[in-house]
């Protein structure tokens, strides 16, 4: 099966301006999730779809970032405007099952640079 | 709030050593733990998942041990080869919440 699949690998944008992150879940996961990694720190959880419904957004840094799963199958992050302190790995994940039974499959993540 | 700690951060070992990996956890009230392998400018590999009430999963030359009540679990890699050379990182899935928490990772070097 094809694994999670996220576009673009990389991005640079200049502070101010807005770059919209795209992920594609293994075919049939409901659970799609959204996490960051910044420099030198650890991955952090954003938020979670369970299909086209945010189960959890608690960790959306504000709101200037905006997620959706139209029809629950791919998603979108945008971050608009962008900051400095946005830049970071945006990886995104994907479940069959939510919680305990179902491992979490990665995609190769978003680099995102703002300048 | 569960806060996931790795020790080391950075090994290197030769090649054919046994070793192992360490991580703790604060909140022993979680439905599992897994660890998982991330190459450079790569995704995250989930390696092993152990549920709350398992002890211990093996795969292959690797061997992860949960021992809930202390809030630690171990990764054991047998004979390290170069191959094994990346960032091992665990997250815990903490019960009443759908959301893992990640250690920083230890960074493995395996030389040959």
């Known amino acids: 099966e094809a694994g999670v699949t996220q576009f673009p690998s990389h991005s640079v944008i200049e502070k101010g301006q807005t770059v919209t992150l795209r992920c594609d879940p293994i075919?049939?996961?409901?659970?799609l999730y959204w996490y960051r990694r910044v420099m030198g720190k650890e991955i952090k959880f954003l938020l979670h779809f369970v299909k086209e419904s945010k189960q959890d957004e608690s960790g959306m840094p504000n709101n200037r970032f905006l997620a959706e799963r139209t029809g629950g199958t791919y998603s979108t992050l945008k971050v608009q405007p962008a900051e400095l302190e946005d830049s970071g790995v945006y990886f995104c994940?994907?479940?069959?099952?939510?919680?305990?039974?179902?491992?979490?499959?990665f995609g190769n993540g978003t680099r995102l640079t703002v300048t | 709030k569960q806060e996931v700690t790795q020790i080391p951060a950075a090994l290197s070992v030769p090649e054919g050593e046994n070793l192992v990996l360490n991580c703790s956890f604060t909140?022993?009230?979680?439905?599992?733990l897994q660890w998982f392998r991330q190459d450079p400018g790569k995704g995250l590999t989930s390696l092993l998942l152990i549920q709350s009430s398992q002890r211990e999963q093996t795969s292959g030359r690797l061997n992860a041990s949960l021992d809930k009540s202390s809030g630690r679990s171990t990764l054991y890699i047998a004979a390290s080869q170069p191959g094994d050379s990346a960032t091992y990182l665990c997250a815990v899935l903490t019960s009443g919440t759908y959301k893992y928490i990640f250690g920083t990772g230890t960074r493995l070097k395996v030389l040959a």
């Open positions: 909140d022993s009230a979680i439905y599992n």
């Open positions: 075919s049939g996961h409901d659970n």
């Open positions: 994940a994907s479940s069959r099952q939510q919680g305990a039974g179902s491992p979490l499959h």
